[in-house]
């Protein structure tokens, strides 16, 4: 690791023991980073140097940022984490707020000031939020006003938490993000950090119940996006970018922030996400480019023949499994084929995925250029190809988890192993099974959750469902759905057995869930991940 920026060394100090990272690649030319880098000045103070300077940066809204405007308010923030938060480089910055134009400045700020980015999601709890504050060690926060209650009780849990600052309407003059900033200079000399020192550490979302904080670099924030975004996403100067996923999660800071600016493009952040008010934004914006999860696509799919959404060229899904239903569906409705994608908050961004002509119908794609993946079979040797195992990939970026003993298990032998059941073709391209602890074994036979998800959500009655194993005397485990049916739907018996014979119809007949519970919702992460972990918890009550 070359010579730190920092002063406060904690991240640095609880880093995993090298032996225990994986093995990182950097085979592509843009991927040659110098061993000085601060990715908040690649991203913003380079696009100001250069053409776009009066070019649109961040659409709200309420406000339009041009990239020379995005720069004067990210260097004023950057003077108040500094001089009225008291941070040094290293230091630890919560960000809690909606994606909007002070949060996006705010993210940027901490990183050009030298410090690591902690950013939650809005929905996050007292609880959740001193999970992460404890174990960041977070010093100070830069919070929206109207978030300001569950903060302010962590506060009191956590010493660590010295200082806090509010934005927005609501916020005291005393703690105003914008009333300090206003008094402070509009140019801030960026802290000359390593391309290796930390300047992020995000938080998992929780779908195994426990999170863990991840750890990533500045070159690995420019690396994401001068692998899939440049590669597969392939964005212009010209593009407006748009999406629901929030910046707390890699795949909303990619879509939301990252990739744009790498691309001197601009970034439409949205407070809220529903169907509706995202058709909406599309419209009347003229967004070109979408970030999103299946289940938003599947919302939106009825809604889009009725809204104007011409402008729209490019869509993403990521977080987790793209039916082909969706997929198909989508396509129909828009003309737009999805560029699927497999990523994690271990590797920040998508490692698998596919454009264009590239795309192959049920398939998650290939090899981002800039990794390398294969299938891992029990004995942890590559598997032969259809053989469904490990998924296993290497890249730029990789698992470094903060002061975490699940490093171990992560990564080995150099590989990050991402915990997703995947088969891989001869051509090089990745077909998704299931996560694998999603792997149902009853009565012998192997049966992928996912997959009969996929055939329940095809039916025209079924908006939403999750299957996972349940114990049985008889068969050891059995497959139990729950579904959350369409308005107009009811849950009889009549409709269970009409979904089980849909389902047998559909899919190999064994893989039929024999039990089928309707529910109203179902338990998702802030990020809009499945908690299948919670429905296990429950059927066994």
């Not at 420019?222 to 010209?238: E, I, M, R």
């Not at 509706?276 to 914006?285: G, Q, R």
Request: charge should be neutral; glycine fraction near 8%.
């Amino acid at each position: 690791m070359t010579k730190t920026a920092f002063v406060d060394t904690f991240a640095r100090d609880n880093l995993p023991p090298r032996s225990q990272w994986p093995d990182l690649r950097f085979d592509l030319p843009e991927l040659q980073y110098p061993d000085r880098l601060n990715a908040a000045v690649e991203l913003l103070d380079a696009n100001v140097r250069g053409a776009n300077a009066d070019r649109t940066a961040v659409i709200t809204p309420k406000e339009r940022l041009t990239y020379r405007e995005l720069l004067d308010r990210v260097d004023r923030i950057a003077h108040v984490i500094v001089d009225e938060l008291g941070c040094v480089p290293g230091s630890r910055v919560l960000l809690r707020g909606p994606n909007d134009a002070t949060m996006f400045a705010s993210w940027l700020a901490v990183v050009k000031a030298g410090c690591i980015a902690v950013t939650t999601m809005p929905l996050l709890r007292v609880k959740e939020l001193t999970d992460v504050v404890s174990k960041a060690r977070v010093h100070a926060a830069i919070c929206q006003a109207g978030l300001a209650a569950d903060l302010e009780s962590t506060r009191e849990r956590c010493p660590d938490l010295e200082r806090i600052v509010y934005y927005g309407a609501d916020a005291p003059q005393r703690t105003s993000l914008e009333r300090a900033a206003a008094g402070k200079p509009a140019s801030f000399k960026a802290v000359d950090t390593a391309s290796d020192d930390v300047c992020m550490i995000a938080f998992t979302s929780g779908t195994t119940g426990v999170p863990k904080g991840t750890m990533h670099f500045h070159r690995d924030v420019l690396a994401v996006c001068d692998t899939f975004s440049k590669h597969t996403l392939q964005p212009n100067s010209g593009d407006i970018f748009c999406g629901t996923p929030p910046l707390a999660f890699t795949y909303g800071l990619g879509g939301a922030l990252l990739f744009p600016l790498r691309a001197g493009a601009a970034a439409l952040q949205l407070e809220k996400s529903s169907p509706e008010l995202l058709l909406e934004a599309i419209a009347k914006y003229k967004a070109t480019v979408c970030f999103t999860a299946p289940t938003m696509y599947r919302a939106l799919t009825p809604l889009a023949g009725d809204a104007d959404i011409s402008t729209l060229k490019k869509c993403v899904s990521a977080g987790e499994a793209l039916p082909s239903a969706t997929r198909a569906a989508w396509k129909d409705a828009t003309g737009i084929d999805i560029i699927d994608g497999i990523g994690s908050t271990e590797m920040l961004h998508i490692f698998i995925g596919a454009s264009g002509a590239d795309i192959r119908a049920g398939s998650t794609g290939k090899a981002v250029p800039g990794f390398t993946a294969c299938v891992l079979d029990d004995d942890g040797k590559p598997a032969k190809p259809g053989v469904v195992g490990r998924l296993a990939v290497k890249g730029p970026t990789g698992c470094r988890y903060l002061a975490d003993e699940r490093q171990k298990t992560y990564v080995v032998d150099g590989w990050n192993l991402t915990g997703d059941a995947y088969s891989m073709d001869e051509d090089g391209y990745f077909w998704y099974q299931a996560r694998t602890d999603d792997m149902i074994i009853s009565a012998g036979n192997n049966i992928a959750g996912p997959e009969v998800e996929f055939a329940l959500l095809a039916h025209a009655a079924v908006l939403e469902c999750a299957v996972v194993g349940v114990p049985d005397v008889q068969r050891g485990t059995i497959v139990k759905a729950y579904v959350v049916l369409r308005e107009g739907s009811r849950g009889t018996l009549e409709m269970t057995k009409e979904l089980q014979d849909h389902v047998k119809a559909t899919i190999a007949p064994y893989k039929y869930p024999r039990v089928v519970e309707f529910v109203s919702e179902l338990p998702r992460t802030a990020t809009g991940k499945l908690q299948r972990f919670k429905l296990r918890e429950e059927a066994v009550r």
